[in-house]
């Protein structure tokens, strides 16, 4: 896994994002098309701003699979991810994806919708995989302790209360209570499926985990801890949040 670290946030968003789409550009030019994953939330703003305006990319050719959603969380409420990705990234592009592939976090029977989204993905293996780290750790929605055996590539999972918070914090629910307490999430297996993960983390929030997800036990306790074991994985980080880096692995990341 290779570090690196900016003095703000905007320079490790602009950083992530240039990085991101000069790969997605070599795997439309190697094979014609290509399969990524983004990630959502506030810390991937510029990261998916500068991807967007990333000259070079025929999104006619990118098809694009959705990380997580809220379980029971309608696409028009603020904090659906479905919301943020259209308005954010899909509509955004100078032209339209060539397919999108949605968590349909209101459905009836979430269950299902991780069998079609898992089927779908098993047959378009994921190219470009952006990510970022949770307050607590997560990647995705996978939060400590994260299930590191499943082999299924979408799952229900219970959110726990740091995370809630975390979401509440971020100013997309007006009170904890109104945070759903399930989601359907990308396992963590499934990520590392990743040809190439992208991983942006920015704000001194994040300080804590990716330390111990850099630097701590390698576990299901830290569940972004697994990204050490992908071989092709980038990590950008602004200075506030590799704060409680060492000295040591400071020293030998990428600035």
Known sequence: MSLSIYANAEQCGVAAGQYGAQRLREVLERRGEANITIATGASQFVMLMTLVESPGIDWSKVTLFHLDEYVGLPETHPASFRKYIKERFVAKLPTALKKVYYVDGSASDPARVCAEL????????????FIGIGEN???????????????????VVELDEKCRRQQLGEGWFPNLDAVPKRAISMSVWQVLQSQCLVNTVPDARKAHAVKISIEGELCPNHPASVIRLHPDCSTFCDEPAAAELSALTRRFCRR
Not at 122 to 129: L, Q
């Open 137 to 155: 750790g997560h990647i995705a929605f996978n939060d400590p302790p994260a299930d590191f055996a499943t082999e299924e590539p979408y799952i």
């Open 118 to 129: 898992g089927k779908a993905i098993k047959e378009r293996p994921i190219d470009v995989c």
